[in-house]
T-cell receptor, first 111, second 114 residues
Framework: GNSVTQMEGPVTLSEEAFLTINCTYT??????LFWYVQYPGEGLQLLLK?????DKGSNKGFEATYRKETTSFHLEKGSVQVSDSAVYFC??????????FGKGNQVVVIP | EAGVAQSPRYKIIEKRQSVAFWCNPI?????LYWYQQILGQGPKLLIQ????????DSQLPKDRFSAERLKGVDSTLKIQPAKLEDSAVYLC????????????FGPGTRLTVT
C-alpha cells in the first residue's frame, strides 16, 4: 500500500540549532512527496514538495530531497527560530490525487 | 483570498447523539476533502468530492457517517449516531482540480464524544 513513516516523538531544540525530521515512504509507482506544517491554532499548509526522484523542495529555509534509492524525504533546516514551532507532516500522493499523511512530529524551539 | 471556513470550531456531544459539520471551500476550488485526525495521528481521508460528485468514499464509515456537497460549493459532514472513537478533529480541505496535491486546509472542528 501507500504509507508514510515519520520518526517517533516530539523534537525539542534550541533556537539556531539544526533541524532534521526523518520521513520514509512505501508506495506503488512514483508518488510526489510533500511536507505540510500546522502552526498552533491553524490549518495544515503546504510547506514544500518534490515531484520526482532527486528533486529538492525548498521554502522558508526548509529543504527536503526526494531520495528514491532510500525511499526517503527528510526535512532539514539549518537554523531554526521560535516561530518554526509547529507540527510537521510528511505526505505522499497516490491514486486520484489523494494524500497519505504520516503521524506528524511536533517541533518545539526554545529561545 | 478567503481561506477554507469550517464551523463549528468545537463540539461536545454524548454518544449516540448526532452532529453535523460545515465547510465552505476556497472560491473556485472544485475538489473538496474531509479528513479525520485522531490525536497523535496524521489526517485520514474520509471522502473526496469533485464538484458535487463523490470521487472516493472508501474510508467513510457509511453506517454512521454521511457527507454531501449538493451545489458543488459548501459541504456538510454528519455523524449519526456518534461513538466515543469518533472523538477527533475533522478537517476540510479544498484544491484546484489540476493541482490537487496543493490542498488548502481549514482550521478544523474538534469533536469530543462523551
Amino acid at each position: 500500500g501507500n504509507s508514510v513513516t515519520q520518526m517517533e516523538g516530539p523534537v525539542t531544540l534550541s533556537e539556531e540549532a539544526f533541524l532534521t525530521i526523518n520521513c520514509t515512504y512505501t508506495a506503488t509507482g512514483y508518488p510526489s512527496l510533500f511536507w505540510y506544517v500546522q502552526y498552533p491554532g491553524e490549518g495544515l499548509q503546504l510547506l514544500l514538495k518534490a515531484t520526482k526522484a532527486d528533486d529538492k523542495g525548498s521554502n522558508k529555509g526548509f529543504e527536503a530531497t526526494y531520495r528514491k534509492e532510500t525511499t526517503s524525504f527528510h526535512l532539514e533546516k539549518g537554523s531554526v527560530q521560535v516561530s518554526d514551532s509547529a507540527v510537521y507532516f510528511c505526505a505522499l500522493s497516490y491514486g486520484n490525487n489523494r494524500l497519505a499523511f504520516g503521524k506528524g512530529n511536533q517541533v518545539v524551539v526554545i529561545p | 483570498e478567503a481561506g477554507v471556513a469550517q464551523s463549528p470550531r468545537y463540539k461536545i456531544i454524548e454518544k449516540r447523539q448526532s452532529v453535523a459539520f460545515w465547510c465552505n471551500p476556497i472560491s473556485g476550488h472544485a475538489t473538496l476533502y474531509w479528513y479525520q485526525q485522531i490525536l497523535g495521528q496524521g489526517p485520514k481521508l474520509l471522502i473526496q468530492f469533485q464538484n458535487n460528485g463523490v470521487v472516493d468514499d472508501s474510508q467513510l464509515p457509511k453506517d454512521r457517517f454521511s457527507a454531501e456537497r449538493l451545489k458543488g460549493v459548501d459541504s456538510t459532514l454528519k455523524i449519526q449516531p456518534a461513538k466515543l472513537e469518533d472523538s477527533a478533529v475533522y478537517l476540510c480541505a479544498s484544491s484546484l482540480s489540476d493541482r490537487a496535491y496543493e490542498q488548502y486546509f481549514g482550521p478544523g472542528t474538534r469533536l469530543t464524544v462523551t
